[in-house]
């Protein structure tokens, strides 16, 4: 079969012959290599021409039929999931830009599906899960994956500082570094809770930081009556087992990932560390996130020697009404000459 056939019929048309080939899942495990080449082939280009009326699916469910078909197809074993995989990949090579966008983003959908299934030792195959994870990065986290209930078991652990999780979150971030940033926004909370006042801890492996001010406990008169009070606030109180935890599992991704099309969810960490020192600084406990101030000060230079353009527009940013540039000078991440080389570069 091919395009001039497939495109004498209807979409619905092709998409029923689909549904009714892969209807009795158990039986198409049992088709041919060249059948289940027709069957990819047909289900690909029904996804082209859905992508032209309705261009690339955003959300998690809902997907349009031809999609659903090659996942389901897909799913029914790692040969049939290599086979999907395989001929999306020699489809990009002849698409015009549009439907490669569109082809990338049912690629990484497949990716998402089976990672353990999938081979990243090619180049072609990282290139187009990084450019579909750079094209859709407001979306692609959202999407399914067999992970996310592994994921999240590893993230509960983690919040309630059971360092033995790091090795896991470790391996998970080096064998599949997108499944680490896709979850960059959970991370993300889990830094921001564990930094409130008060907030509590539930592992006695957790070595947890209480600040108080520099100058102490404040006085107050409360109806005629002294008293002393210490003040807390966000970034007073911190678990360094934690935050040293995240860092750790965002270095374990490579560089090609984390410094390039990772560099968004990992702003995202490094400006919830700067706030934590900004904090710290003025604290009398400020020597207890040195290890978290060394370790974020290595990511800060590894991310300005592999991406010094990226870099410089980070630093360009706002952040709590002040550019990055100011926190990371303050808490000595850069040097006031890298501030000032920065301001050069995006001048």
Request: a neutral charge; aromatic letters at 6%; one cysteine or more.
């Amino acid at each position: 079969i091919n395009e001039e056939d497939v495109t004498r019929y209807s979409l619905s048309r092709l998409v029923s012959f689909l549904q009714a080939s892969l209807g009795d899942q158990p039986s198409c495990r049992n088709l041919s290599e060249e059948e289940s080449i027709v069957l990819c082939r047909i289900a690909i280009l029904c996804l082209e021409m859905d992508g032209e009326r309705e261009g690339i699916p955003s959300g998690r469910n809902n997907l349009p039929a031809s999609l659903t078909l090659l996942l389901d197809f897909a799913g029914q074993g790692k040969r049939h999931f290599t086979l999907a995989g395989k001929m999306l990949l020699q489809r990009l090579d002849k698409s015009t830009p549009v439907p490669q966008s569109l082809l990338s983003s049912a690629f990484m959908r497949l990716y998402l599906l089976r990672p353990q299934w999938a081979s990243t030792a090619t180049a072609q195959v990282r290139k187009v899960l990084l450019k579909s994870a750079e094209e859709n990065h407001s979306i692609w986290t959202s999407w399914i994956s067999s992970s996310d209930g592994q994921m999240d078991d590893l993230l509960e652990c983690l919040q309630s500082g059971d360092s033995r999780v790091l090795r896991s979150f470790n391996e998970q971030a080096r064998k599949y570094p997108l499944l680490i940033l896709r979850k960059c926004g959970n991370f993300e909370a889990i830094l921001k809770k564990d930094a409130r006042p008060l907030a509590q801890t539930h592992s006695s492996q957790s070595q947890r930081v209480e600040g108080t001010t520099v100058g102490g406990k404040i006085e107050a008169s409360i109806e005629g009556h002294v008293v002393r009070l210490s003040l807390l606030d966000w970034g007073y109180q911190f678990t360094e087992s934690i935050w040293m935890g995240v860092l750790d599992t965002f270095c374990s991704i490579h560089k090609e990932v984390l410094y390039f099309s990772g560099e968004k969810e990992l702003r995202r960490i490094l400006e919830c560390v700067l706030l934590l020192l900004q904090v710290q600084t003025n604290l009398t406990t400020a020597s207890s996130a040195t290890k978290i101030k060394g370790k974020a000060s290595e990511i800060v230079q590894n991310y300005k020697a592999a991406n010094l353009s990226g870099f410089n527009r980070w630093l360009s940013q706002s952040l709590e009404g002040t550019e990055v540039r100011n926190g990371l000078v303050g808490c000595s991440l850069i040097s006031p000459q890298d501030a000032i080389d920065s301001l050069k570069a995006v001048a």
